[in-house]
């Protein structure tokens, strides 16, 4: 069955700390993996995506995320965390095909402490 | 830069009732997606929408769901007949031919059933 795990439920970072949200798949074909990012009352916004080529992907306000076929991982890493990155977090897996679903993890809700 | 749209941002009813829950999709995008969020749950797909026909649809999509284009920039989700546990936080979200597997996701409408 195809899912997307996140294990972790909530995190809190201190700011300026480093940060690194899990993700782990289960897909059928060759992944399309996401992460969106959630603050409150707001919509889903693309983080960043893993569709082929090099493993390490940059994304937006500073985030990156490594695709690691062997473990099934998509862990989404930001070297030092700032009080607005406070949100929720959310991992997805999909096929490049449009007009499929994307499956989403349970999300993680980061809290950044002063 | 351009972004999905929805309408109205908050929409209380009472069980039993229609809803239409709005989106304006980006204008260039062809693939119209709507899916919902209960409360502390994680997002789940609901129904993929192209060329004026159903792509994919998902199992909590039945008959008391239905989605149109009614125009050239509007997409809807309509609920026939409400029920307690239709409240939740409904995305629309959109992705164009090219670059598949990238879905835009609007604001949501947090929908109350009462």
């Known amino acids: 069955a195809q899912s997307v795990t996140q294990p972790d439920i909530h995190i809190t970072v201190s700011e300026g700390a480093s940060l690194e949200l899990r993700c782990n798949y289960s897909?059928?074909?060759?992944?399309?993996l996401f992460w969106y990012v959630q603050s409150p009352g707001q919509g889903l916004q693309l983080l960043l995506k893993?569709?082929?080529?090099?493993?390490l992907v940059q994304g937006i306000k500073g985030f990156e995320a490594e695709f690691k076929r062997s473990q099934s991982s998509f862990n989404l890493r930001k070297p030092s965390v700032h009080w607005s990155d406070a949100a929720e977090y959310f991992c997805a897996v999909g096929p490049n095909q449009a007009g499929t679903a994307l499956i989403f993890g349970k999300g993680t809700t980061l809290s950044v402490s002063s | 830069e351009p972004e999905v749209t929805q309408t109205p941002s908050h929409q209380v009813t009472q069980m039993g009732q229609e809803v239409i829950l709005r989106c304006v999709p980006i204008s260039n995008h062809l693939y119209f997606y709507w899916y919902r969020q209960i409360l502390g749950q994680k997002v789940e797909f609901l129904v993929s929408f192209y060329n004026n026909e159903i792509s994919e649809k998902s199992e909590i999509f039945d008959d008391q769901f239905s989605v149109e284009r009614p125009d050239g920039s509007n997409f809807t989700l309509k609920i026939r007949s409400t029920k307690l546990e239709d409240s939740a936080m409904y995305f629309c979200?959109?992705?164009?031919?090219?670059?598949?597997?990238?879905?835009?996701f609007g604001p949501g409408t947090r929908l109350t059933v009462t």
């Open positions: 979200a959109s992705n164009p031919t090219v670059g598949a597997g990238e879905q835009y």
């Open positions: 893993y569709f082929s080529g090099d493993t």
């Open positions: 897909y059928g074909a060759t992944p399309y």
